[in-house]
Nanobody, 124 residues
C-alpha cells in the first residue's frame, strides 16, 4: 500500500506561481511512475502531467505545456508540480497518483494509488 499526501495548494492571483508537492510512503518510490491530475468545478478529473520512474521522462497536457513542470526527488519520496503563469482556468483540486507498472499516462485507470488532493484557486 502506498499513501500519497499532497501539499502546497492555495489561493493566488492570475500570473502567480505555486509549487505542489506530493510525498509518498514506502521505500519503493523510485519504482513508480507519478502523475498529477486535476478536477475543476463541474468537470471530470483530467490529466496534467506525468514523470516516469527510471528515465524521468515527462509528459504534459497541452493546456499546461510551457507553464507547468513536473519533477521528482527519489531520495525524498516526493514529486513536485511547479506551476507558473497561473490562470483562473487552472483552478481545481490537484491530485497526485502513483503507477506501479506502465499502462499509459493519461488515463486515471492506469494509476494504482491516489492522494486526497490539494485545492488551487486562481483569482482573476
Amino acid at each position: 500500500q502506498v499513501q500519497l499526501v499532497e501539499s502546497g495548494g492555495g489561493l493566488v492571483q492570475a500570473g502567480d506561481s505555486l509549487r505542489l508537492s506530493c510525498t509518498a510512503s514506502g521505500r519503493t518510490f523510485n519504482s513508480y511512475t507519478m502523475g498529477w491530475f486535476r478536477r475543476a468545478p463541474g468537470k471530470e478529473r483530467e490529466f496534467v502531467a506525468a514523470i516516469t520512474r527510471i528515465s524521468a521522462r515527462t509528459y504534459y497536457a497541452d493546456s499546461v505545456k510551457g507553464r507547468f513542470t513536473i519533477s521528482r526527488d527519489n531520495a525524498k519520496n516526493t514529486v513536485y508540480l511547479q506551476m507558473i503563469s497561473l490562470k483562473p482556468e487552472d483552478t481545481a483540486v490537484y491530485y497526485c497518483a502513483a503507477q506501479m507498472s506502465y499502462r499509459g499516462y493519461v488515463e486515471e485507470s492506469s494509476y494504482d494509488y491516489w492522494g486526497q488532493g490539494t485545492q488551487v484557486t486562481v483569482s482573476s
